[in-house]
């Protein structure tokens, strides 16, 4: 089996997105995956806060490092989000994503956002379904 | 009562988020929004498919447009999507908003994602809550 | 092709839980359905409305109707609902249920359920899966 | 403060739907609940397994309980689903609701359903939102 931290790195040389936004790739086990952001300036909505989207764009990064952490491919189906608290401009977030549940093709990911002061920002749940091939074909 | 489109024009002029992925505020109504985005090169990820965050990105600023359309101030309290078709690099996205239904200080927004041949790329719920304040003071 | 209706009625007949809980199948065309339940008194829950649950159930009934309506066979991978007014003992509930989109054997459905008074109860969307087999089989 | 069992059993003697459905009231403690339901023969859908919308009812009721733990009252917002495996006629379902987060007014609980063989059924999301109003009061 390759293991998770190997897969993840494979996985981050190609993640042009997640780099582009400054976000820095953690920790990798199997069925788990911690990223972390700094939310920049030109990161803030009209509210003068972090845009939610790109609140949803960390918890979905993680939840892809946690969903393909088996080697099997796998994609976002869909996601939810709970937005509990703003983050400010400066904040240094951090998404941690678990497995719920694996069930055949299907996957139920939990990820938990929260600041440098540990408060909640957003609670993420994502599905995923597996489709064909590997991240690393082992001889 | 301020028209919605010039209540959008003030919003936008803050909204660096929007601006920044490169959105363009195409039409704004009360209780309807619509907003495009082409994907660019560094909005790819692993799967070499635009980021499914900043497809929600773009979903959510729609969402924000048209909860904020009535002038009261409005929050994103929760949204989830429905990822159906993968959006390639170059497409032109287009996400347009629609009022389901407000109920007391709660609202609830559609969002369909589209490519530039029409496919459905995403469909997006939205729950707003509405907060103290107006975009524009009416004397 | 089977008209939607006469589908309707088919799968009616084996749908036991929607009968013991006293729904009326209205209306079921291609893609939409209708149905109706009145909240019986042994429907409340501690805070002296109809359980949730039992509102969730009609619309997933409505969901149901609808995403077999083209005889294919599918079932509900999920669904969300917002609880937007309390639906009181007597009332009488309409659920409406509407494709969004198909796409492959993934389908999204919207249902609303409203009162006798029109007001909108609750906002329900469905995600449905096609499996193997017709309702009906065609000669 | 008043033990959440305690809370639990004046909650229950009112929940006329939770027993007309047969569950039982298996524990509860703050920010935790567990609630079981066998599936009888009227609770049958025309693919002939457990209709959706009950195993979500049996969700929503450990989820009413566990927000409800606090003595303050709560009512379900919101909530969602993911069907992951039938239930059979005959099953016994357990629900196990847990605390994830409570921020303000709004709460956010996971349930996971479970059969007697252990496999995971469903997992349901609720959003709790608190109003005016103790179950019990205190002198």
Redesign the interface.
């Known amino acids: 089996m390759i293991p998770a931290a190997q897969l993840a790195e494979t996985?981050?040389r190609?993640?042009?997105?997640?780099r582009?936004l400054g976000m820095k790739l953690e920790e990798v086990r199997a069925g788990y995956a911690r990223l972390s952001m700094r939310v920049q300036?030109?990161?803030?909505?009209?509210?003068?806060v972090?845009?939610?989207?790109?609140i949803?764009?960390?918890?979905?990064?993680a939840f892809?490092y946690a969903c393909n952490s088996h080697n099997q491919?796998a994609?976002?189906?869909?996601?939810?989000?709970?937005?509990?608290?703003p983050a400010q401009v400066g904040d240094e977030l951090t998404a941690v994503a678990s497995e719920?549940?694996r069930?055949g093709r299907?996957g139920?990911y939990?990820v938990?956002v929260t600041n440098q002061a540990g408060t909640?920002v957003a609670?993420f749940?994502g599905?995923s379904a597996t489709v064909k091939g590997k991240w690393i074909e082992q001889p």
């Not at 300036?41 to 003068?48: D, E, F, I, T, Y």
């Not at 972090?50 to 790109?54: D, N, Q």
């Open positions: 996985i981050w190609e993640d042009t997105a997640s582009w300036s030109h990161m803030g909505n009209a509210q003068n972090c845009h939610g989207g790109l949803f764009t960390l918890a979905d990064s892809g491919r994609l976002a189906a869909s996601g939810a989000i709970d937005f509990l608290a719920v549940e069930a299907r139920v939990d938990r909640t609670l749940r599905q």
